[in-house]
């Protein structure tokens, strides 16, 4: 079955402080995964890719194929990093994508 | 560049109902996707339009269908409305896949729907 977990609903931190977001997938073949974000009364949009294996907004995610896991981790969180993250993979074919539920970043002053 | 616009933003719906949205794709994309985000989940794929055919749908029955037109807008339209369909609809237009770009999904801010 193809699927995306992420474990946490919510992660809260204090500005400074190193974040990562976990997701976790389930399938058969070579994944290509995703992180969108969605930042309070904006659209949901991509954040990175795996292939690209840039770093955005200083978050980077390694695709871990041993442990079929694509992290998200960042340094030191900024306020402005409060956002709802969701991990997603593409499967293949048409623009299908599997999302995860999402975790909720909240970032303290 | 215009980015993807939805209508409407906000609607209600008594069970039985139908329901008709709409989405406009951002320029330059020809391909159009839908997704329902019930509350607390994630987007979940509906099914996706290219050159005006369906060609990939996820788990859903088909009271839900949609149309492609000429100049990419699509609409989404649900029928015999149930209560599990309050949701957000979110449109997402991209590039083909061919080009090496799938996965980039641009989203519009959605439709709400509350069926009563």
């Known amino acids: 079955a193809q699927r995306v977990t992420q474990p946490e609903k919510l992660l809260s931190v204090f500005k400074g402080a190193p974040v990562e977001l976990k997701c976790n997938y389930s399938?058969?073949?070579?994944?290509?995964l995703f992180w969108y974000v969605q930042y309070s009364r904006q659209r949901l949009q991509l954040l990175l890719r795996h292939i690209s294996r840039e770093s955005i907004k200083g978050f980077t995610a390694d695709l871990n194929k041993g442990e079929t896991s694509f992290h998200l981790k960042k340094p030191f969180a900024q306020e402005e990093d409060s956002a709802m993250y969701y991990c997603?993979?593409?499967?293949?074919?048409?623009?299908?994508?599997?999302f995860g539920a999402g975790t909720r970043l909240a970032v303290h002053p | 560049e215009t980015g993807v616009t939805q209508s409407p933003t906000h609607l209600i719906k008594t069970r039985g109902q139908q329901v008709t949205l709409r989405c406009s794709s951002q320029s330059g994309h020809n391909t159009v996707s839908w997704y329902q985000q019930a509350l607390g989940q994630g987007p979940q794929f509906i099914f996706q339009?290219?050159?005006?055919?369906?060609?990939g749908r996820g788990n859903f029955p088909p009271r839900f269908s949609g149309l492609q037109f000429p100049n990419y807008s699509s609409e989404l339209n649900v029928n015999a409305l149930e209560l599990d369909d309050s949701a957000l609809y979110l449109c997402?237009?991209?590039?083909?896949?061919?080009?090496?770009?799938?996965?980039?999904?641009?989203f519009g801010e959605g439709s709400r729907l509350t069926v009563l």
């Open positions: 997603a993979l593409f499967p293949g074919g048409y623009n299908k994508l599997i």
């Open positions: 997402a237009s991209s590039l083909p896949g061919a080009t090496g770009r799938a996965g980039e999904l641009f």
């Open positions: 399938y058969s073949g070579s994944p290509e």
């Open positions: 339009y290219y050159r005006e055919e369906e060609n």
